[in-house]
């Protein structure tokens, strides 16, 4: 089992940028492939994007293609998604999971941390 912590959120205003990062506690992400979700206020959890552990090959839904990107580092056990850009309805919290990344970004159960606050106004 890993723990997972995300960090790098903040308030930003439109057309700004937001790194955030989310961090393997005790356990290795390089086997892992890793998801982005995101839950806005009064709506369903929504996957965002996914990236493989092995080729690390990308997947976004298509309201944040062109605009966020989804990276790793194993060797920080980090996985970032770059946000730029940024729409009103971006705003949410983002958390991140171990997922298997399919041909879209998989809808994910289980636990969650406490994700990261992003709020995008003007």
């Known amino acids: 089992q890993v723990q997972l912590v995300e960090s790098g959120g903040g308030l930003v205003q439109p057309g700004g940028s937001l790194r955030l990062s989310c961090t393997s506690v005790?356990?290795?992400?390089?086997?892992?492939?890793i998801g982005w979700y995101r839950q806005a206020p009064g709506k369903e959890r929504e996957g965002v994007s996914c990236i493989t552990s092995v080729g690390g090959r990308t997947v976004y839904i298509d309201s944040v293609k062109g605009r966020f990107t989804i990276s790793r580092d194993n060797a920080k056990n980090t996985v970032y998604l770059q946000m730029d850009n940024l729409r009103l309805d971006d705003t949410g919290i983002y958390y991140c999971?171990?997922?298997?990344?399919?041909?879209?970004?998989?809808?994910?159960?289980?636990?969650w941390g406490q994700g990261t606050q992003v709020t995008v106004s003007s």
């Open positions: 005790g356990f290795t992400l390089d086997r892992r492939d």
């Open positions: 999971a171990p997922v298997p990344c399919g041909v879209t970004v998989p809808k994910a159960s289980g636990s």
